[in-house]
């Protein structure tokens, strides 16, 4: 998944959560009242005995809890709160998102390469540099990235900015590799193209590792575990390997052939 993808799909999760927070409760109701018609379930919230104990002289009744309706107690401590816990997880996730899009964002596709305006261009390659900048030392340079994306602007076809499906920065880092004359362009394209939207990929290495190094595996080297690993994630790719010819390049590599006379 893209970055600006994954910023849509965000935005939207914020948006129905929101939404769902204020609505959801009642018209989820609806649908639990169904289920449990249909499997012979008395359709209400349980009620819990109210207990009796001993109040103190001076202590103050929480009358408004005590005259709470049961499905007005599930609102507030669980409904709410669950539902609260997922808001604030994708609201931090999505301005994370936003402050990558700050940065990237004009390279996002074709369409906003083109008509951005020299000064802003010029403006989001030195914010891009400064972000790629360690101590003193940078990844690109933004002056030459500017320059190469003007030439670059100039060079793509109208098919890549025109209609309604651009090209998006896969395209743009193809064509841009075709080319052979933008080293700072590609540079740029590759750092985007390798930002992790999820964590999926780290946690499905790690469920793998789990299995890859057992107490009996306990001595293998960190270069064959890492083999493993890459291997046992990219199965899928492991389907259309050819073995047979694999086998035959690594032999022809290793053979030791001695020529006697």
Request: charged letters at 30%; hydrophobic letters at 40%.
């Amino acid at each position: 998944m893209l970055l600006d993808v994954a910023i849509k799909n965000l935005n939207g999760l914020v948006t129905f959560f929101n939404n769902y927070r204020n609505n959801g409760l009642d018209r989820d109701i609806i649908e639990a009242k169904k289920i449990a018609e249909a499997i012979d379930i008395e359709p209400e919230f349980t009620v819990k005995r109210a207990s009796c104990r001993k109040k103190q002289f001076d202590e103050i009744p929480n009358t408004e809890r005590e005259q709470q309706s049961a499905k007005e107690n599930f609102r507030t401590d669980y409904f709410l709160v669950l539902v609260d816990m997922a808001l604030s997880q994708i609201t931090t996730r999505f301005e994370q998102m936003e402050h990558f899009e700050s940065i990237f964002g004009f390279m996002f596709d074709a369409s906003k390469l083109y008509y951005l305006d020299d000064d802003l261009l010029k403006t989001s390659c030195l914010n891009l540099e400064l972000a790629l900048t360690h101590d003193k030392d940078s990844d690109i340079d933004g002056n030459d990235l500017f320059i190469e994306l003007e030439i670059l602007q100039g060079m793509l076809p109208r098919v890549a900015y025109e209609g309604e499906r651009p090209w998006t920065s896969i395209k743009i880092m193809e064509f841009a590799k075709k080319m052979d004359m933008f080293p700072n362009v590609l540079l740029a394209y590759k750092i985007l193209l390798t930002i992790p939207v999820t964590v999926a990929s780290a946690e499905r290495s790690f469920s793998k590792l789990k299995l890859l190094k057992t107490y009996l595996r306990s001595t293998m080297t960190q270069e064959r575990l890492n083999g493993l690993a890459i291997l046992s994630i990219e199965s899928s790719f492991l389907a259309n390997v050819d073995y047979d010819k694999l086998i035959e390049v690594f032999a022809s590599k290793n053979a030791r052939r001695h020529h006697f006379r």
